[in-house]
């Protein structure tokens, strides 16, 4: 009964493939992230969807293509892979953004490791 | 830019003494501070937070520290376990963290038993 869940959890293709990575949260948070996970072990925002709507998109490449059906999912696709897009990919959500008070961070997926070869 | 850093990659402590984890940050503009832990193959989960307008907070076996003056905070774990054994990563936000987390790279804690 995971909170966070993306799937797959690894993934290995070649250069110029195009995937996708799929996230699902069963938490009923409003808002919903893309974090990458590089070789530096450096944990940097993609994404960023609150109730369906892209509300942080950082200076990541247009190959790089969130889609949110519903507020429960955040998708990732990832177009024409290249050798530098292999890393840890973290899907999270957290309450609604626009709340007060205590805040207790994200609730995390356990992460896609990609891996391009 | 790294606004957010963790200068010590790995620090390792004898099971039953104080684990201190130390976290600098440069955005005067950060109001709100969080650790997490992560265990590997595994997301990072949600340890304790601190708000500016405090400089300690305590739950448990855990303490954190904030000195807004020198950017600065600090995580106290006593005693420590062996399941604390993990990396542990500092995140800072602005808005009370309402807005997007930023983190630091993390520093892995090793207990001994």
């Known amino acids: 009964d995971t909170a966070v869940s993306q799937t797959p959890k690894y993934l290995v293709t070649q250069m110029g493939n195009d995937k996708s990575i799929k996230c699902e949260q069963n938490?009923?948070?409003?808002?919903m992230y893309w974090y990458k996970q590089d070789s530096k072990k450096f944990l940097k925002i993609m994404f960023s969807?609150?109730?369906?709507?892209?509300?942080i998109n950082e200076t990541v490449p247009n190959r790089f293509s969130p889609k949110s059906p519903d507020k429960a999912h955040l998708n990732l696709h990832i177009n024409s892979l290249e050798l530098g897009d292999s890393a840890v990919y973290f899907c999270?959500?957290?309450?609604?953004?626009?709340?007060?008070?205590?805040?207790?961070?994200?609730?995390f997926g356990s992460g896609t490791r990609l891996t391009v070869v | 830019d790294q606004q957010v850093k963790q200068n010590s990659p790995s620090l390792s402590v004898q099971e039953g003494r104080i684990s201190i984890l130390n976290c600098d940050y440069t955005?005067?503009?950060?109001?709100?501070f969080l650790w997490y832990k992560k265990y590997p193959a595994e997301g990072p989960t949600f340890l304790i937070s601190?708000?500016?307008?405090?400089d300690k907070n305590e739950d448990g076996r855990f303490t954190v520290f904030l000195n807004k003056s020198a950017k600065h905070l600090s995580l106290h774990i006593v005693p420590s376990q062996p399941g604390d054994s993990a990396v542990y990563f500092c995140?800072?936000?602005?808005?009370?963290?309402?807005?997007?987390?930023?983190f630091g790279t993390g520093t892995r804690l090793t207990i001994i038993p």
């Open positions: 999270a959500s957290s309450q609604d953004w626009t709340s007060g008070g205590q805040n207790y961070g994200y609730t």
């Open positions: 938490l009923g948070h409003d808002t």
């Open positions: 969807y609150n109730n369906k709507e892209l509300i």
């Open positions: 955005n005067s503009m950060f109001d709100y």
């Open positions: 601190i708000s500016s307008i405090k």
């Open positions: 995140a800072a936000s602005v808005n009370f963290g309402n807005e997007k987390l930023t």
